[in-house]
């Protein structure tokens, strides 16, 4: 049992060493590549790990399950095994062959490693199928035998392992007595060759000392021979007293090899399989494999799960990130004092900040030639409704400011699918809009909208013109937003994905600074990369990215109202519009109608909305 103990020990730390030695050796061999957006391993750390352990926590749990279910298939299926041990008092047998060989593990008189080998031999293992009457050959009943000697003791544990408990007990004691017998034996052996020897010797001696005897009987005293016979016969009878003693010691001595201190017991349950052990074993393995699926997964995954992936991975920096818990509704802006809200004024304050036009001291000329407002263009990674939610909250915190505010959505209806449109954030009209403008079926001007719950915003939507793709690179944006600039200080782009059109790196050359939309669980690593690198081409500065929570439909919130189509009744509210301008404006240009729309403070006749939803 103790040796089985052992085993288990050095088995754990083993299994317990892998998932280190393999995390080593992966992070030694890769070696970063952000270019492809490719994790570097040496840039994780341990709480990066245990963080990808806890975000695919079911896996390692199911494998986990597995292990342990696994394991206890594998414990009924094994055969079960029964040990009994028996501890025999080696002492010396006094025949002389008893010696410890220098540097042995043992202090005594007797090297117990030397016998505890001894019992494992073939002799003994004769011996002790004999008894057991068993017809098993001695090198596999050997086989099933481990001795062990416990520290600073005079003792060998003899344990034996068999399928039955009375086998392993029967066993156990055949191999202790065949042991002690061995060892009985080879000592009486030994004494009997020592009697033969000393016995045989002192007939010698005697045989040698009688002549000297007859000689020296026959000499006269004075006789120059008798010192010599004399030292002679001195010498052989000192040998043969000294004999003598000696084999009277041998022919009185008693063999006694050892005893038996403690038979062996009866085992009362299988030492193996060791079910808390197997059960722990497969909940190890199980949890270690758990986590390497974890972590492989997370490998796997290119989809951006954390706003800190994107400054390790993608090399962009992260402006703005809505915690976990702040849902964004789709069916309005966040509200100035809550926390999304929040979020949106430091965002704000970011791009005041980070404006290149306020670095390189390029404002003060834009004000002198007429330029004054500030291009923000807000692209998407990837497709979904993102840069939508992040552009109509950010121009709303502009607007917050005072200063008037332009939100253009350049997102053609050919380019997305709308979860969260701006008619449904902002409370305006869904037409006409960009794409009507582009198309020249409307003046800029009319497209032109007033958020109902925004003051200072004032908003132009993609608009119904559903042909309008390629627009975007046309002259006639340019012009708009030249228009647009002149009139608000900040104006603010949705631009489509730069995955799925090319029309975002086009909006982009005309914008003073650009921000991508980062939607957690749906934007993959190389989207993100890619969408930096389009930016850059075209020489408009990135300031960052601003990463939102996966963005999905509340169960309170209504789906979005189709866009309804540009019909006569939008012709006559534009034609209500125009006549409230006077003689003077009926002849301005497109500047002098946006210039009016957007600066005024008078509020406009309330239009029908494709939206009934009331504002939250």
Same mark, same amino acid.
Do not use: C
């Given at each position: 049992m103790p040796g089985h103990r052992k085993e288990s020990k050095i088995y754990i730390r083993r299994v317990t060493y892998v998932p280190f030695v393999a995390l080593a050796l992966w992070s030694g061999f890769r070696r970063?590549?952000?270019?492809?957006?490719?994790?570097?391993?040496?840039?994780?750390?341990?709480?990066?790990?245990?963080?990808?352990?806890?975000?695919?926590?079911?896996?390692?749990?199911?494998?986990?399950?597995?292990?342990?279910?696994?394991?206890?298939?594998?414990?009924?299926?094994?055969?079960?095994?029964?040990?009994?041990?028996?501890?025999?008092?080696?002492?010396?047998?006094?025949?002389?062959?008893d010696t410890n060989v220098s540097g042995g593990r043992t202090k005594g008189e007797i090297n117990l490693d030397t016998e505890a080998q001894l019992v494992r031999s073939t002799a003994v293992a004769t011996d002790a199928a004999q008894l057991l009457r068993s017809t098993a050959a001695p090198d596999s009943l050997a086989g099933k035998v481990s001795v062990e000697v416990p520290a600073n003791t005079s003792v060998l544990v003899i344990t034996f392992k068999a399928g039955g408990a009375r086998d392993a007990q029967a066993g156990s004691h055949a191999f202790a007595e065949a042991y002690?017998?061995?060892?009985?034996?080879?000592?009486?052996?030994?004494?009997?060759?020592?009697?033969?020897?000393?016995?045989?010797?002192?007939?010698?001696?005697?045989?040698?000392?009688?002549?000297?005897?007859?000689?020296?009987a026959s000499l006269r005293p004075d006789s120059s021979e008798r010192p010599n016979l004399e030292s002679q016969r001195l010498t052989i009878t000192n040998q043969v007293n000294t004999l003598s003693a000696r084999l009277n010691q041998l022919v009185t001595t008693t063999v006694s090899a050892g005893k038996i201190i403690r038979d062996a017991n009866l085992p009362e349950r299988p030492s193996k399989p060791v079910l808390p052990l197997n059960l722990g074993s497969g909940a190890a393995v199980g949890l270690l494999l758990g986590a390497g699926a974890a972590i492989l997964r997370e490998r796997l995954d290119r989809r951006i799960r954390r706003p800190d992936d994107l400054t390790r991975r993608c090399d962009v920096a992260v402006l703005a990130a809505l915690p976990p818990k702040v849902r964004p509704r789709l069916d309005d802006v966040f509200p100035p004092f809550g926390a999304g809200g929040r979020v949106f004024n430091r965002l704000r304050n970011e791009v005041v900040a980070g404006s290149p036009m306020k670095e390189n001291g390029t404002g003060r000329a834009l004000a002198e030639r007429g330029d004054r407002g500030q291009v923000i263009v807000v692209a998407g990674a990837s497709r979904g409704s993102a840069s939508t939610v992040v552009a109509a909250n950010l121009a709303a915190a502009f607007a917050r400011t005072g200063g008037q505010t332009v939100l253009v959505c350049a997102h053609l209806p050919d380019s997305v699918?709308?979860?969260?449109?701006?008619?449904?954030?902002?409370?305006?009209?869904?037409?006409?809009?960009?794409?009507?403008? @582009?198309? %020249?079926? #409307?003046? *800029?001007? +009319?497209? /032109?909208?007033?958020?109902?719950?925004? !003051?200072?915003?004032?908003?132009?939507?993609?608009?119904?013109?559903?042909?309008?793709?390629?627009?975007?690179?046309?002259?006639?944006?340019?012009?708009?937003?030249?228009?647009?600039?002149r009139q608000a200080e900040y104006v603010v782009i949705e631009a489509p994905a730069t995955s799925t059109s090319a029309d975002a790196q086009s909006v982009a050359s005309l914008a003073d600074i650009a921000l991508v939309a980062v939607e957690l669980k749906r934007t993959r690593y190389a989207d993100v990369t890619d969408a930096a690198e389009q930016l850059?081409?075209?020489?408009?500065? @990135?300031? %960052?990215? #601003?990463? *939102?929570? +996966?963005? /999905?439909?509340?169960?309170?919130?209504? !789906?979005?109202?189709?866009?309804?189509?540009?019909?006569?009744?939008?012709?006559?509210?534009?034609?209500?519009?125009?006549?409230?301008?006077?003689?003077?404006?009926?002849?301005?240009?497109?500047?002098?109608?946006?210039m009016k729309k957007v600066g005024t403070r008078k509020k406009p006749r309330k239009a029908p909305a494709t939206n009934t939803s009331a504002p939250r």
């Open positions: 970063p590549d952000r270019r492809r957006g490719v994790l570097d391993a040496a840039s994780y750390d341990m709480s990066d790990l245990l963080g990808m352990v806890r975000r695919h926590w079911w896996i390692v749990a199911l494998l986990t399950i597995f292990g342990v279910v696994g394991a206890y298939e594998v414990t009924a299926r094994q055969p079960k095994v029964f040990e009994s041990a028996t501890s025999v008092l080696v002492q010396p047998t006094g025949a002389g062959q002690l017998r061995n060892r009985e034996e080879t000592a009486a052996n030994e004494l009997a060759e020592q009697i033969a020897t000393i016995d045989g010797k002192l007939k010698q001696l005697n045989a040698a000392l009688a002549p000297i005897n007859s000689r020296l699918a709308e979860l969260a449109p701006v008619t449904r954030l902002l409370g305006v009209r869904a037409v006409p809009g960009l794409s009507d403008v @582009l198309a %020249g079926k #409307v003046a *800029l001007g +009319r497209a /032109v909208q007033r958020a109902s719950r925004q !003051p200072r915003l004032s908003v132009i939507t993609t608009g119904g013109t559903a042909s309008a793709s390629g627009l975007l690179q046309s002259q006639m944006l340019r012009d708009a937003l030249t228009s647009l600039r850059r081409r075209v020489g408009t500065p @990135l300031l %960052g990215a #601003v990463v *939102l929570p +996966r963005l /999905v439909r509340h169960r309170d919130e209504p !789906p979005p109202a189709p866009a309804r189509a540009h019909d006569e009744d939008d012709d006559n509210d534009a034609l209500d519009l125009d006549e409230e301008e006077t003689e003077d404006e009926a002849v301005a240009d497109a500047d002098t109608v946006v």
